[in-house]
């Protein structure tokens, strides 16, 4: 089946550094990946997508990079803040393209 | 902004009872989704929706009934609660399967 998982499970970064949270998938065929910021005590929220006709998207603080010969995701927070402090999932969407993958998650630590 | 609530944050049951877990969003989605999150498990797919009436299992459908009645109601429905569905229940709905709008969340313990 398909598998979505996380390098490291906790990440600890200084406040104003560059965070890079990896995601490796196993599906070559998924055409869709997602990042999800959860908040202690809240449900996860969006942060940005890609489709694999793409390498890399921008949003506001975050890149997402997309590299499908390796089967690898990452998520790019620059200038990290305390607010930044989440656990964030990748996820893929499946081949029949009706459901989302979930990797177990990587809590970021925003040290002051 | 999509808003999808949950009727209850945090909810205690006994093994055995019959659990209704509601979840309602606000944005005319045709798909509706429920999750269970376990620590190290992070985000399973119980069952999704998308359309009224009509529903499909996730990974982990097995416990567990859904019902939808209505396009902006979906709800999650354990027969005979059991210890080892104690965990975080997440409701999401989305337009078109891929962005998910995610609820606060349930907690359910069941003793």
């Known amino acids: 089946g398909e598998s979505v998982g996380l390098h490291l499970p906790t990440l600890s970064v200084q406040e104003g550094d560059n965070s890079i949270i990896n995601c490796a998938y196993s599906?070559?065929?998924?055409?869709?990946f997602i990042w999800y910021k959860q908040e202690s005590g809240k449900g996860p929220q969006f942060i940005i997508d890609i489709r694999s006709n793409m390498d890399k998207r921008q949003g506001q603080r975050v890149t997402v990079l997309l590299n499908k010969t390796v089967k690898h995701l990452s998520l790019q927070i620059a200038a990290t803040q305390p607010g930044d402090s989440a656990v964030y999932f990748c996820?893929?969407?499946?081949?029949?393209?009706?459901?989302?993958?979930f990797g177990g998650g990587t809590r970021l630590m925003v040290k002051p | 902004d999509v808003k999808v609530t949950q009727s209850s944050r945090y909810l205690v049951k006994r093994t055995g009872e019959k659990v209704f877990l509601e979840c309602v969003q606000d944005m005319d989605h045709e798909n509706m989704f429920w999750y269970r999150q376990d620590p190290g498990l992070g985000l399973r797919l119980i069952y999704f929706?998308?359309?009224?009436?009509?529903?499909e299992k996730g990974d982990i459908p097995e416990g567990y009934s859904v019902s939808r009645e209505k396009k902006e109601r979906f709800s999650l429905i354990l027969e005979s609660a059991s210890t080892n569905q104690t965990s975080m229940y997440l409701c999401?709905?989305?337009?078109?399967?891929?962005?998910?709008?995610f609820g606060p969340g349930t907690r359910l313990t069941v003793t």
């Open positions: 996820a893929e969407m499946n081949n029949a393209g009706n459901m989302l993958t």
């Open positions: 599906n070559s065929a998924s055409d869709y």
């Open positions: 999401a709905s989305s337009e078109d399967r891929t962005k998910q709008y």
């Open positions: 929706s998308y359309d009224v009436k009509m529903k």
